[in-house]
């Protein structure tokens, strides 16, 4: 056994009560001494990486790029997952079948917490915005998710897809939670046009981007229920979600070891065994909350100060630009883009507009000209057909 104390070593029916109870229950703490030991003796990778180390805070932080390198140890079918929705440059996870299951456990805590009358039979509908342009069907094959005494049932809408076919299957379904790409929810809300409150959403609960105050109160308007947004990363699981009770973003710190170095989150997954990761690097910035807070969930709270999701370009003098630099999102009639980097150095700028595009063309190559210099680049029409397509606004490279 990994580490004893994750809830994912007790039965599958328990782990909806065990969540419950222990975001309920005073503080666990984490033996880190402890924690770095199993991993000193967990394979020669770790065992190499701790050598002479004794103090947590001395571990050295897992970059992604470091990934690949952590030995996979397993006694049942691994399966990968691309991080392609959070990360430019995609990282390989690799969890088996009874970890997945956990991760899954873990993302619908929250939950268990939010104002969720469920239908008879206690269902609970939920229409999750995905990348890609395809919509599921309203009488799509079911794979129900049992969990805390309910019965999820899930249907699926890309972000590209024409409002009106993703407003046609929340009409037909009628889902009280509505989850997925935070900007992708956005962008349905302000293409639509239309009314969405009586349409019985109860939870608009986004993840995979930071939710900015601009998209918060366009969302609570536009449904008129309240927003909870949710904080994790493809490699680490659900770190963090934002509490019905007191609308700060609690930690999973029972399941994860979070700290918010200063070079980024380091997040320490403790119901990963496959392929551990130990103080594992993301871009983002937190800050924990010195006081203790009155609410009834007891996890710790932090403030997320930074998403940082997106890659650096260099420019052909090999200068960095930053990925703040591009608001192609401004130019009329463009509805989604992409601006990736090839190793060559050379620049693909994807796009998606209202045809024709011949003025959009001209707005874009003259603005990414001003921003990046140096540089071939290349338009290239449907942003959706990029393996790596995501969100509506993206900057990825294959040079940083
Ligand atoms: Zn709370």
Known sequence: MWFSDSSRYLHRPEWADALHSRALSDRI???????????????????????????WRDIPPLEKSELAAVPVNASEAVHETRSSGTTGDQAVVRNTVSERRFRQALAYRPFLFYPIAPAPDNIIRQLVFVDGADVEPADKVQWP?????????????????????????L??????????????????????????????????????????DEWRASLREAFATPVLDRYGATETGSMAWQCHYCHDYHVN??????????????????????????????????????????????????TLLEARRDDWIIDGAGLKVSPLSFQFERVTGLKAWH????????????????????????????????????????????????ERGGKFKRVTSDLT
């Open 339 to 386: 601006l990736h980097q090839l190793n060559t150095g050379e620049l693909r700028l994807y796009f998606d507009g209202e045809t024709p595009t011949g003025d959009i063309q001209q707005q874009l190559a003259k603005q990414l000209q001003h921003i990046v210099s140096g540089r071939d680049y290349e338009l290239v029409e449907g942003v959706w057909e990029l």
């Open 171 to 212: 009409q037909l379904v009628r889902p009280q939670v509505l989850r997925g790409l935070t900007s992708g929810i956005v962008r349905f809300v302000e293409e639509l046009h239309r009314p969405l409150e009586g349409l019985g959403v109860q939870v608009v609960s986004p993840s995979g981007e930071k939710l900015s």
């Open 145 to 169: 998710f049992e969990f805390g005494g309910r019965t999820y049932l899930t249907w699926r809408a890309g972000i590209a897809a024409a409002p009106d076919r993703i407003h046609a299957l």
């Open 253 to 302: 710190s029972d399941e994860i070891i979070v700290e918010a170095g200063v070079e980024g989150v380091l997040a320490t997954p403790l119901f990963i065994e496959s392929q551990p990761l130990l103080r594992y690097r993301l871009d983002d910035r937190i800050q924990f909350h010195e006081a203790e807070k009155n609410c009834r969930v007891r996890l710790p709270t932090i």
């Open 29 to 55: 703490e984490i033996d880190l001494s402890e924690c770095l030991e199993v991993f000193r003796h967990r394979d020669e990778f770790y065992a190499d990486r701790l050598a002479g180390v004794s103090d």
